[in-house]
Structures are given as C-alpha cells and as structure tokens.
C-alpha cells in the first residue's frame, strides 16, 4: 500500500470523476514544511503560528515573524498557504503574556478575543504577514470567531495595518484572501451571513466538535462525545459548505476530521474544496479519493444527514459505501 500511495506525490487530487479538490497540510514551523513537500501536498491548509509564540522567551518581534512566514510562502512556491493568527489561550499557555487563571480556559480569553484585546501584538503580526505577502500565495484566517463584529473589527485593524504599510512605501501583494475558521457553533449556524464578507471558511473540527457536544476535547473521561459523525456535526458543516458556496466561496477544514479516512467519503459528498491534514495523511486521502465518485459521495452524504439519527449509523453507511467503491 506504502509503494502504492508513494506513486501519488506528483499526481492531482482527483475523485474517479474527475472532480477536483485540495489536498493540503497542517503545520506549526516552517521546518514542516519539509515533510509537506515530501508527501505531494497541495498547499498549507493551517499554520498554527502560536508556536512562533511559544517558542520564545519574549514577543517575538515583526522582522522574525516575517523571516518565518517568508520561509513558508517561498517553499510552497505559489501553492495556497493558509497562515492562522495566534491562538493563545485554551490549552496553549504563554508565560511572557501573563494571562491571569480561568475557570474555563477553552471558553475565556483566547485567540482573536486577545488579539482585538491587545492590538499592538495583532498589528505586529498583521505586518509580518503582509510584509511577507509578495513571496507567496497568502490566505490569513482568524481563529475562534463567535460573531459578525468580531470579524469586522479583526478586518478593520487588518485593512488599517494593509494601509499604513503601503503608505510606508512598502509592498503588499493584491491577491490576499481573508477568512475565518468556523470552530464555535454561532459561526457555523450564522454561515449564511459570514459567507457574504469573508474570503473563505476553515472549519476547526477539533474545537468545533468540542464545543457542539459541550465537552473538553482533553477530558478522556467525556472522549465518548468527541463525535464527528453525529449527523449534528454533519448538519453544521454541511451548512457552512453550502453558504460559501452560494456566495461563490470555499471552505476547507483543517480540524483533525479532514484527514479521518471515514469521514473523507462524507465531507466529499458534502462538497469540501480542500481538506487540511498532517503531511503523512495525503498520499493516503489521495488513494481514497481517487477510488470514490464525487455523485454518489454526494447521495451518501445526503442520506446521512438526512436519515441518520446517531453517529453509529454514518459509520456503518460509509463503510459499506467504501467497501463497494474500494
Ligand atoms: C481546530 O479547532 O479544529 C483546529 C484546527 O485548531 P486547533 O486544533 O489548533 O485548536
Ligand atoms: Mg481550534
């Protein structure tokens, strides 16, 4: 299977019909970008620029953002690179930020709730990024949005930022898109709305999941909810997919559920245009989709959402879908 996927690293991400998608890869550092370009991804579907934060002692300042991001957008050669603005906050602790204790971190101050809080560190990365714009194809994401204004106001201050560097004499490329990731369920049900003023949509299966079943992603304890076939989450994921479309819009999904080899015969069905994965899950989603045809991935999804009650039933209905077409 190994010696069949490794024939895949140059070839196109095509359904048995001939039906195009994305096929790209999650990473935290630009050294990932190695293992990306090994495994024939497509693009850089989520770059979890915490890690830039994370790992040093202090803020890390404008010119090393720009070195980082320059680095990805220059490997990628051209390819999509979907950049997400820190996500401090939930799990993912920052000393030097000084953030006082919550009782419910993964429902307090995180992510863009911090960066509309602290602008000066926002704008600084804002900066980097588009800085480093003209090396590449940049797409920036907004993590955990909740709201319209939330959206707006990140937009403004990233508008503002845009202006102010090329009044500086700086270059910026034309072409950035700008969307937001669809991990809390207001986004994914508001989908309708958003699609009318954001580039695209990223769906966070890891933290959307986590907030529809209402329980902790770490918790092994609840671990029986983290359910990414209860037709609910089908429900939500379905209707954002089918809002950016209506709006001449893409999604993709970069939670750990893009590269679910049970779940990819779904979200194909459904329409997904690019699917984000670590880099060792390609070549493998890559085989999949080419045994599966996009109309009848579509019916399965279709039947899925709207004839099964529990998760238990998706599976067994996949399975037997995959079973006939592999
Ligand atoms: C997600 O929530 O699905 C996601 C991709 O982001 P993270 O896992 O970094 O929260
Ligand atoms: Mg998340």
Redesign the pocket.
Known sequence: QKAEWAKLVEAESVTKDGKHVELAA?IGTPKDVVGVLENGADGVG?Y?TEFLYMDSADFPTEDEQYEAYKAVLESMNGKGVVVRTM?IG?DKELPYLQLPEEMNPFLGYRAIRISLDKTDMFKTQLRALLRASVHGDLRIMF?MIATLQEFRSAKKIYDETKAELISEGVSVSETIQVGI?V?IPAAAVLAKQFAKEVDFFS??????IQYTMAADRMNERVSYLYQPYNPSILTLIKNVIDASHAEGKWTGM???MAGDQTAVPLLLGMGLDEFSMSATSILRTRSLISKLDSNEMAALADKAINECATAEEVVELVEEAVRKAT
Not at 203 to 208: S, V
């Open positions: 999650n989520l979890r996500d939930g993590p990731m991990e769906i966070g299966t890891n933290d959307l970069c939670g750990e």
